[in-house]
């Protein structure tokens, strides 16, 4: 086969474009590639289909739709035959192309930039556009009635009724029986103005004045000459051919309508200054409130300044979240990637990913040093901030208000990062990423554990978005192996998350949390310790409830089994019972009794003492429970390096952990040391050596 250039095949495609009725092509591969039939609840297996290779993605599909419109479109049916080879010749092109994209005599700079930015996946939930248009814009809502003739929540409306509308046509066409190969599909992607009047309820007039601005018409886009150009059509997804309106991709109506109203509002020369300061502020304001609702208004602070003895301003942290002795800072950019960065422009790439990347996080990192130091925080009046407790971990959230492609890839590229003592790395995302962790890791527990475990994974983890390295922690618990340098995880782990946010969102019929981290266990002693802990702001708790939430499945039923029967006699008896473990690197040991708090607190004490130098560990965590309720009742955390003590010596006499039990085969036993590579008996994965080896 002769390689070709990229310009040849994008020619090559140009043309093909330009057949008689190349617009029901567009409808056809739209259809095949986007649409999910499913009978009941979705589930995964009906749409895995969306992650298979072979699959056309929006991209390849816009590049049809915006060379379509560079020509004369022509609706007239071709017949099955020619509309059968065109699209198998579209499909062929479209594969060319990808291919060309490495072709040797390419000078486009960063090639390797230039296709994953192209063939990127989606970043976010076509409803999350719409969603956050309105907060993104509310601010701007008397512009938009004043100049445009509508509101915010009108246009939003409009593209809601849109996807909805689009949704139910193409459902009724495929229930028709008449085939794929038929002049009837165009007609499902065919929207009318009083269609949508009636459903939003808005008047024709502003229907009409809507439609238009997201509308292209042929012969138009005449400066889309290579994949990376501007191309009107993502700008503008709605087709205008003699006076029939054609909406093929609702999920680019609905970027559109994220992004294209700045535009807009940047147009007009007085107001420029307060949509940009509007653009800023929306990024903030969601984090904070995001932030809100699992930290509480105590723990999370907004426009935070950092100063010193004289009140001059050191920084500043766009969002703070203060947790025991955790800060996260956030800093917010809105930046998008521009067009010479799309072509693989490497000083262009390296240009915007140091506006909306590296800034924020040399900012973040800037502040989190700071308040190590000892610089003082005070709010926008310069009022004294005082925290809780003294810190000792800041995380750094750089976070984007616009979908930024490819971000991961450039993550490992290009970002710098500075090494600092109780600094983690930088945890990059977007305001889309925020809204979906927030929507299922509602508490401080359970958020922080994920941001500290994505922080110290960052370089082991590599996907081609986020949400699938979150999938995969609801699944089974984000963990990498310290002899594994770095995994790569396929998109369709992402399928029960997927599932999960259309029925959370849009009321499909499915399962709304993925089987995982916060569906299994539910009844056993380890949720009730995580119940007891998670909005806990403390130091001992978060450090009990990142070790918890840090095992696996196996090690969960294990402990679960040996608690109920630690309680359990407790509960019966009357008496003291304990038992204890291993986990990682950390001990735990739990007493359940009703002694005395002073006295029983004294005996756990010294019990963990014990414990934690037989074991030679760093730290060691004990709580005493109570036999009813499971309700940690106060604790003790020992953290120190074992040195050898006469003392303890005369104490104890160490031997190999004892009184730990673990299912075998269904039945609770003693343990029995592994070997060396063997794996670990605390749950972990490791080999033993690698973990509670003494």
């Not at 560990?617 to 009742?633: A, D, F, Q």
Request: hydrophobic content about 35%; some cysteine; glycine content about 6%.
């Amino acid at each position: 086969m002769i390689k070709q250039s990229e310009a040849e095949v994008f020619y090559e495609l140009e043309s093909l474009c330009t057949y008689c009725g190349f617009i029901h092509v567009l409808a056809f591969l739209t259809c095949v590639n986007n649409v999910t039939l499913y009978d009941g609840e979705l589930s995964p297996k009906e749409i895995e289909y969306l992650y298979s290779k072979g699959r056309l993605i929006r991209t390849e599909i816009s590049t049809i739709a915006g060379l379509l419109l560079k020509g004369n479109v022509d609706t007239t049916y071709p017949g099955e035959l020619e509309l059968s080879r065109l699209v198998k010749d579209a499909n062929s092109s479209l594969t060319k192309l990808h291919n060309s994209m490495f072709y040797k005599n390419n000078e486009s700079g960063n090639v390797v930039i230039k296709e994953s930015v192209f063939y990127s996946a989606e970043s976010a939930y076509d409803f999350q556009y719409l969603d956050m248009a309105s907060e993104k814009y509310n601010l701007d809502d008397a512009w938009f009635r004043e100049y445009m003739g509508f509101s915010c929540g009108d246009l939003i409306s409009f593209g809601r009724c849109i996807d909805s509308l689009i949704g139910e046509q193409v459902i009724d066409f495929l229930n028709s029986g008449l085939g794929l190969y038929c002049e009837e599909l165009l007609k499902a992607y065919e929207i009318s103005i009083e269609k949508i009047s009636n459903k939003t309820e808005l008047d024709e007039q502003k229907v009409k004045k809507i439609i238009t601005l997201f509308s292209s018409e042929d012969n138009s886009n005449k400066n889309f000459m290579e994949v990376s150009d501007f191309n009107e059509f993502n700008a503008r997804p709605i087709f205008l051919k003699d006076g029939r309106y054609y909406c093929f991709t609702p999920y680019s109506l609905s970027q559109s309508i994220y992004e294209t109203p700045f535009f807009w509002m940047n147009g007009d020369k007085k107001y420029r200054p307060q949509s940009a300061a509007h653009r800023g502020q929306f990024v903030e304001d969601y984090v904070y409130h995001k932030m809100l609702g699992i930290f509480g208004d105590k723990n999370v602070f907004k426009n935070v300044f950092l100063v010193n003895k004289r009140n001059e301003t050191l920084g500043e942290i766009d969002v703070l979240v203060s947790f025991s002795d955790s800060v996260i800072i956030y800093q917010a950019k809105s930046k998008k990637l521009t067009i010479e960065a799309r072509k693989g422009n490497s000083s262009a790439i390296e240009k915007d990913f140091q506006g909306a990347v590296q800034d924020a996080y040399d900012q973040g990192l800037s502040c989190a040093q700071l308040i190590t130091s000892g610089a003082e925080l005070a709010d926008q009046n310069f009022k004294r901030i005082k925290l809780k407790s003294p810190i000792s971990k800041s995380y750094i959230i750089p976070i984007i208000s616009e979908n930024y492609p490819a971000l991961n890839f450039q993550i490992l590229q290009y970002l710098k990062i500075t090494k600092a003592d109780n600094i983690f790395p930088p945890f990059i995302m977007d305001v889309f990423l925020l809204d979906v962790l927030t929507e299922f890791l509602r508490t401080p527990l359970y958020f922080l554990s994920y941001i500290d475990r994505r922080s110290v994974y960052s370089n082991k983890v590599f996907s081609s978005h986020e949400l699938t390295v979150f999938s995969l922690h609801l699944k089974q618990n984000l963990w990498v192996d310290d002899e594994c340098d770095m995994f790569m995880l396929h998109d369709d782990i992402c399928a029960e998350l997927d599932i999960a946010m259309l029925v959370r969102r849009k009321g499909i019929t499915g399962k709304d949390t993925p089987d995982g981290i916060l569906t299994m266990h539910q009844d056993g002693f380890i949720n009730k310790l995580i119940k007891s802990l998670e909005t806990e702001n403390h130091k001992l708790a978060v450090d009990l409830g990142f070790l918890i939430l840090s095992l696996s499945s196996e090690a969960i039923e294990n402990i679960n089994q040996i608690a109920k029967q630690t309680v359990s006699l407790s509960s019966l008896d009357k008496k003291h019972h304990d038992f204890s473990t291993v986990i990682g690197d950390i001990g735990l040991t739990v007493h359940s009794n009703y002694y005395d708090k002073n006295y029983a607190e004294r005996q756990l004490h010294t019990h963990c003492e014990k414990r934690k130098y037989i074991t030679k560990l760093k730290k060691w965590i004990g709580i005493h429970i109570s036999p009813e309720t499971y309700r940690v009742n106060y604790g003790v955390m020992l953290d120190f390096d074992w040195a050898y003590s006469d003392e303890m010596e005369r104490s104890i006499k160490p031997t190999n952990i004892k009184n730990t039990r673990i299912n075998v085969g269904g039945v609770m036993t003693s343990i029995k040391k592994p070997s060396r590579n063997e794996k670990c008996f605390c749950g972990s994965g490791k080999k033993f050596k690698k973990c509670c080896l003494c």
